[in-house]
């Protein structure tokens, strides 16, 4: 770790663990440092980064202002799933807003990042560590299996307890807006600060004229087709398909699929975000041609959870949907 801290310091990436994800960590303030993520990641540049800091006081210098409500949640919730964006200083480099005027922060709740920022003593930017697109990883050999190639130092946290990205909410306007549902549920936002917007994506715009950066509509995917099941409804292979199938809890589902991820035997959403990327990188090592996946409820994590079951999949499988809108 000390390695890790000493690298960093240096101005080299280092991947490691939070709750949520595993992060391709730079310092935040070095603009050379950070441009080398970009490159590792094979991410656009108008895709603003997350910076992570130890503690609160520590937001001072990266932030002009924060709003009570956001003072609020951030005392409430961090070390927590929950990014804030706000109106940026001098001191951050455009290259990690994407040149926008605010910058997203969030203290990580996993006492090795803690170390790790402490012991280095600088904000780090930090996008999830895959290539661009691909499955978020939530171990540390997932993110060796994706950047291993660029020998990137990876420390090793155990896996990731929440297992989807944090919750993005935007202060830049008059309401809070949510960018990004993630590993902290709407609802508990709103019992906190009372009622915030939500942005959502213009399927007819290209990724980068989205009404928020990061809304493309195909991201954490596998390779492997997937397609998704309205929740309560029967999942059933393809025919002359080799299917796998990505369910939870009690859903039904009949005979016949090739291989199957069944993230919890109970209805603990909890349980099955901590799974779900992982599950989606089992299917997809499996040689099948196509993967079935089972929504959530629409409520807690299970917004967070059908919005990137939404975005690696390619629609419903038409044969399984009728039933469940009568
Ligand atoms: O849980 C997480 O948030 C993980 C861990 C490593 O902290 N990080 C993560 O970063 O998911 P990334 O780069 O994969 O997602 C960043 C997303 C952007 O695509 C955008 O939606 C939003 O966060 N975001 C970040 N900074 C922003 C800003 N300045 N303005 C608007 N949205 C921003
Ligand atoms: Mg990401």
Redesign the pocket.
Known sequence: MPRAAELLRRGEVVA?P????????ANALNARAVARIFEV?E?PTF??????IAELPAIFDLVECVPAAALHLAEQIWPG?L?L?LP?TRLVPDL???G?????I?I?AHPV?LDLLRQTGCPLA?????KFGAI?PTTAQHVIDGLGAQSIPVVDGGPCA?G?????L?F?GLVPVI??P??LPIEDICRLIGPVDQAVPDPDADDAAQP?????SRHYAPRTRLLLVPTSRQATPLEGQRTGLLTWGKQPFSTGFAQIERLSTDEDLRTCAARLFAAMRTLDSADLDVIIAHQFPAHGLGIALNDRLTRASSGFVESQVDVAFD
């Open positions: 490691f939070t709750e949520t994800v595993y992060g391709l960590g990641k991410r895709d603003p980064l997350i910076v992570h799933p990014t964006v940026k990690v807003t994407a926008l005027p605010g910058v997203g969030r990580p990042a930090a996008p999830s560590a895959n978020s929440v989807v990205e944090s919750t993005v935007s830049m960018l990004r993630g590993g928020a950066p990061g809304m493309l």
